[in-house]
């Protein structure tokens, strides 16, 4: 079983940053793949990005360029720094983890473990 607690959402105008942090804990061993979601109003559920074991990353469309997601290993935590923000990037942002082989893309099937989501509002 992998809790995961994210932090670091809040409130910036367009253009600005954001970093947002998530944590894993009760797994025996690292996650093999982590990503974020976010789902903004009165939409579903789109991926963001994804990382694999070896850090190999996928980014969905509409951030490529702009969000950067890593993870530190030792630390069981992974990490989105969003840049150029904008307003359709509203949302609520989840963390999601497996731990079972992956390919660490941004489809929700490849992720079993869930956070609660971190709300991030952008102005424009």
């Known amino acids: 079983q992998v809790q995961l607690v994210e932090s670091g959402g809040g409130s910036v105008q367009a253009g600005g940053s954001l970093r947002l942090s998530c944590a894993a804990s009760g797994a025996t061993y690292r996650p093999y793949c982590m990503a974020w979601f976010r789902q903004g109003p009165g939409k579903g559920r789109e991926g963001v990005a994804g990382?694999?074991?070896?850090?190999?990353?996928r980014y969905g469309d509409s951030v490529k360029g702009r969000f950067t997601i890593s993870r530190i290993n030792a630390k069981l935590t992974l990490y989105l720094q969003m840049n150029s923000l904008k307003p359709e990037d509203t949302g609520v942002y989840y963390c999601?983890?497996?731990?079972?082989?992956?390919?660490?893309?941004?489809?929700?099937?490849?992720?079993?473990?869930w956070g609660q989501g971190t709300q991030v509002t952008v102005s424009s």
């Open positions: 990382i694999d074991e070896d850090g190999n990353t």
């Open positions: 999601a983890a497996t731990l079972t082989p992956c390919f660490g893309g941004t489809t929700s099937y490849e992720y079993h473990y």
